[in-house]
């Protein structure tokens, strides 16, 4: 049973703290999406790439957010310094460039609380 | 620019009555519109897809949606609601030729009372 896995599921860290996500895709997978929801904003996509390579991340806070793909079975979202704005819970999303239409298959998420 | 509207942030609808959650679209050309489900503390799950053919799309868990070009709707339907069909509901959309993006609507929340 193919899935997209993200950890870790739930991380508290305090304010100026490093944060780390990582996300596998599914594998065979060639495109990788990171979202953001909130209660106010809803789902928001922060970057995507494509063949590891990123190709939009216009959604993301530039200054303090970070997101690479060292490999194709890895890929990872960086904040540093967190800040308490940026609790919410992110979704890593996988799917296959040309293939399925487009559809994205989705992670559990990481529930972020920065105090 | 595509783009996706759901007009209801909140439905509700008593268990064994159908349910309509509403979806219009904005794109250019023919499109490939989306229903995810998210239930609570989890990723959001595909339910059904359109992506030609038979306006009528047939899905997980007994949901349907049906595609009018004319009013360039999608709007998700189910004909007895259980009180487990509780979560948030997405309706997406994307292009064919465009790149690999699906815009995502704002969801639904979608409440069966028992």
């Known amino acids: 049973d193919a899935r997209v896995t993200q950890t870790p599921r739930h991380k508290v860290t305090e304010m100026g703290q490093e944060v780390t996500m990582r996300c596998q895709p599914i594998l065979g997978h060639n495109t990788v999406f990171w979202y953001r929801q909130t209660m106010m904003q809803g789902l928001e996509l922060l970057a995507y790439f494509r063949n590891r390579a990123p190709l939009d991340d216009s959604g993301m806070p530039k200054d303090r957010f970070s997101a690479e793909m060292p490999d194709a079975t890895l890929a990872t979202l960086k904040i540093q310094p967190s800040e308490p704005r940026d609790s919410a819970v992110y979704f890593c999303?996988?799917?296959?460039?040309?293939?399925?239409?487009?559809?994205?298959?989705f992670g559990p998420g990481t529930r972020l609380t920065v105090l | 620019a595509q783009s996706v509207a759901q007009p209801e942030d909140q439905v509700n609808v008593a268990e064994g009555n159908p349910l309509t959650v509403k979806c219009t679209y904005s794109v250019s050309g023919n499109p490939y519109l989306f229903w995810y489900v998210q239930y609570p503390n989890r990723g959001l799950q595909f339910l059904l897809k359109y992506i030609t053919g038979d306006n009528l799309v047939k899905g997980s868990y007994g949901f349907e949606a049906e595609f009018n070009k004319s009013q360039t709707s999608f709007h998700l339907k189910k004909p007895s609601a259980l009180v487990s069909d509780s979560a948030l509901y997405f309706c997406a959309v994307s292009s064919p030729g465009g790149d690999d993006k699906i815009i995502f609507g704002k969801g639904t929340r979608l409440h069966i009372l028992p």
């Open positions: 999303a996988s799917g296959l460039s040309g293939g399925f239409y487009n559809e994205q298959f």
